[in-house]
């Protein structure tokens, strides 16, 4: 069993940065695959990012060279660094944790509750 706690969200502009976390409790943190997704208004929940517990990475294509995602082993916490945000970028987040390193958010056995972002033009 793990428990996220996502934190970090805001209320920001076009073109700003922010930086989500989310921390992690119960069974060991370094061994699952953390996740970030989101979900707009009106739309399907979508994958944003992962990592691995090697710590490769991988990422959505609109979200490449802009979204980095990270892990800290002894913190028990993952991080999205959000650059160059967008209006699109704008979504619940939410930070998921697993067996598989991959885009499927069924693929995800643990979830927070997520953390609002909101990027205005």
């Known amino acids: 069993q793990v428990q996220l706690v996502e934190s970090g969200g805001g209320l920001v502009q076009a073109g700003d940065s922010l930086r989500l976390s989310c921390a992690a409790s119960g069974r060991t943190f370094s061994s699952y695959v953390m996740g970030w997704f989101r979900q707009a208004p009106g739309k399907e929940r979508e994958f944003v990012a992962a990592i691995s517990w090697s710590d490769s990475t991988t990422y959505k294509d609109s979200v490449k060279g802009r979204f980095t995602i990270s892990r800290d082993n002894g913190k028990n916490t993952v991080y999205l660094q959000m650059n160059s945000l967008k209006p699109e970028d704008t979504a619940v987040y939410y930070c998921?944790?697993?067996?598989?390193?991959?885009?499927?958010?069924?693929?995800?056995?643990?979830w927070g509750q997520g953390t609002q972002v909101s990027v205005s033009s």
């Open positions: 998921a944790a697993g067996p598989y390193f991959g885009p499927q958010a069924n693929g995800y056995d643990y």
